[in-house]
């Protein structure tokens, strides 16, 4: 099974933790009983939710900052759940392009939200992308990936 059945499993699991305040262990314990899938997917879907509750505070940071005339609690548990999803595989996982982390969110956010849903989340990354490189590129080093 591939990367993007992982995310869209990942992406579920944190909706159901965001809204439904269900624990991530057993969200995630459920979701792949209910969704079987390789070993190597059902890793990757592991470390994409362990990872988004584990730095849950540090990417909220990052939405927080750009997302312009918007509260953290006032975005739709969608954007919110595939934000997390994305900022910490662009955070956390160097071996992944920012920009395959950004298109697999939009193209979540199409399937699961509006259009429009799909361009504010192309647009907040963008700018989460864009800023991540240039503290790459300035020698920076308090990036999570550098620690």
Do not use: C
């Not at 006032?74 to 071996?95: H, Q």
């Amino acid at each position: 099974m591939s990367r993007r059945a992982a995310r869209e499993l990942a992406f579920q699991v944190l909706f159901q933790v965001d809204v439904g305040r269900a624990s991530p262990s057993e969200a995630l314990q459920r979701s792949l009983a209910e969704e079987p899938m390789d070993e190597g997917a059902a890793a990757f879907a592991r470390t994409l939710v362990l990872g988004v509750v584990e730095h849950l505070e540090e990417i909220d940071s990052y939405i927080r900052r750009f997302a312009v005339d918007w509260q953290l609690d006032r975005l739709a548990s969608v954007d919110r759940s595939l934000l997390r999803l994305a900022l910490y595989e662009m955070l956390y996982l160097p071996d992944i392009p920012k920009n395959v982390s950004i298109n697999e969110a939009v193209e979540l956010s199409k399937i699961f939200n509006t259009e429009e849903s799909s361009r504010f989340v192309n647009g907040l990354l963008d700018r989460a992308r864009r800023e991540i490189e240039a503290i790459k590129n300035n020698g920076g080093t308090n990036l999570p990936e550098d620690q």
